[in-house]
């Protein structure tokens, strides 16, 4: 299935890379085609500014409040409201809500047995820049997105009493399995909308 994810950072970031993921667990191969490509799939992520006339987009999001949103794609499932807002000046029918990384017990349910007291997913950005992360972040346990290891980023979310990330899908895993988490602004680095 044409389908669209962005693919660097490699290895890949855990947000990105959950779409094919998703697809394969259900028996789907996912065909990557480019961004400015139409008659495509987009999933997870804040990639709702690439969606192109025919394209289906199920639960992406935007990244800034200005985002364009094009009027001729399909909307299966948008992430939030924000998002929702800007597709509501272009379509009337009811769009369903909803990150589908909150659908990840559904492929892969491990035990929730936290061992960790905190578990810190910073987003990739941030990676390099440890003298800015809070200084308690060292003695965490540090769960790093750039993984295309689905189920072993889940172990690890699922192994901590909390989790604080400066990345959304390090916070949106860890809602999904139940793990308390706090989002953490790290930086001014990041080049969307808080």
């Known amino acids: 299935m044409r ?5 660097s950072p ?5 947000g990105d890379i959950l779409t094919p993921w998703m697809m394969r667990q259900d028996g ?9 490509e139409s008659g495509k799939i987009l999933g997870i992520g804040s990639i709702l500014r690439f969606a192109k006339p025919g394209d289906q987009v199920w639960t992406s999001g935007i990244m800034r409040k200005g985002d364009p949103i094009n009027p001729k794609a399909c909307f299966c499932a948008l992430r939030g409201p924000l998002s929702l807002e800007k597709a509501k000046a272009s379509h009337r029918a009811k769009i369903p809500l909803g990150d589908g990384a909150l659908c990840l017990p559904r492929y892969y349910n491990p035990a929730v047995n936290p061992i960790y007291p905190l578990g810190v997913v910073p987003h990739y950005i941030d990676l390099p820049h440890r003298h ?3 200084v308690y972040w060292q003695d965490a346990l540090l769960i790093s997105p750039l993984t295309k290891d689905v189920e072993s980023f889940v172990d690890l979310i699922v192994s901590c009493e909390r989790i604080e990330s400066s990345s959304l899908h390090g916070c949106i895993i860890a809602e999904a399995y139940g793990i308390p988490w706090t989002w953490v602004k790290v930086g001014s680095r990041l080049s969307g909308d808080d």
């Open 3 to 7: 389908t669209f994810w962005p693919r």
């Open 28 to 36: 789907v191969e996912p065909t990557h085609v480019s961004q400015n």
């Open 10 to 14: 490699a290895p890949g970031n855990i």
């Open 132 to 134: 800015e992360w809070p």
